[in-house]
Each structure stands twice: as C-alpha cells, then as structure tokens.
C-alpha cells in the first residue's frame, strides 16, 4: 500500500505563487506516474497535472497550463506541484494521487492511491 500526505496549501491572494508536496511512505512511487488532481466545492474532481516514473514526460490541464508545473524527487518519495499566478478560481481541495503503474493518465479511476487533500484558497 502506499499512504500520500499532502501539503503546502493555504491562503494566498490573487497572483501569489505556492508549491504543493506530496510525500508518499508504505512503498516507493519511483516506479509510478504520479497526479495532481482538484475539488471545488460542489464539483467534481478534476485533473490538474500528472507527471511519468521517470519524470521526463509531463500533461497539464488547459485551465492550469503555463502557471503550475509537476515535478518529483524519486530519491525523496516526493512529488512537487509548483502554482504561479494564481486566480479565485484556482481555490479547491488538491489531492495528491499514484496511479501503480509508470503511464500518466488525466482520469481520476486509474488512480487507486489517494492522499487526504490540501485546501487552497485564493482571494481576489
């Protein structure tokens, strides 16, 4: 099994930047492509980002493209989601989430390892 616990959320106001952890323990997610996906309130979970076992290969969604990049350490267990700009429509819950295999997916059901999620707020 693998545990995921995120962290780094928290307040910030339009424009701010903030870099989001994920440090996973039960196992080693050297060999798994690894996401980062998102709730608001009263939507559904949605894809932000994902990035391959090996690092090289990365996807993003169009809402979140040229603000946020993914990136892991491997040699940590950690993989990093860096937020730029951000906007009052960049608040939700970001879930931290492995997918036990080395191809990155967009779909939120190829991911059976979750973290319990970081709250981000951003006001206008």
């Known amino acids: 099994q693998v545990q995921l616990v995120e962290s780094g959320g928290g307040l910030v106001q339009a424009g701010d930047s903030l870099r989001l952890s994920c440090a996973a323990s039960?196992?080693?997610?050297?060999?798994?492509?690894m996401g980062w996906f998102r709730q608001a309130p009263g939507k559904e979970r949605e894809f932000v980002a994902a990035i391959s076992w090996t690092g090289v290969n990365t996807g993003y969604a169009d809402s979140v493209k040229g603000r946020v990049t993914i990136s892991r350490d491997n040699a940590k267990n950690t993989v990093y989601l860096q937020m730029n700009s951000l906007r009052p429509e960049d608040t939700a819950v970001y879930y931290c989430?492995?997918?036990?295999?080395?191809?990155?997916?967009?779909?939120?059901?190829?991911?059976?390892?979750w973290g319990q999620g970081t709250q981000v707020t951003v006001s206008s």
């Open positions: 039960g196992r080693t997610i050297s060999r798994y492509a």
């Open positions: 989430a492995a997918s036990g295999k080395t191809t990155m997916s967009s779909v939120k059901y190829e991911y059976p390892y």
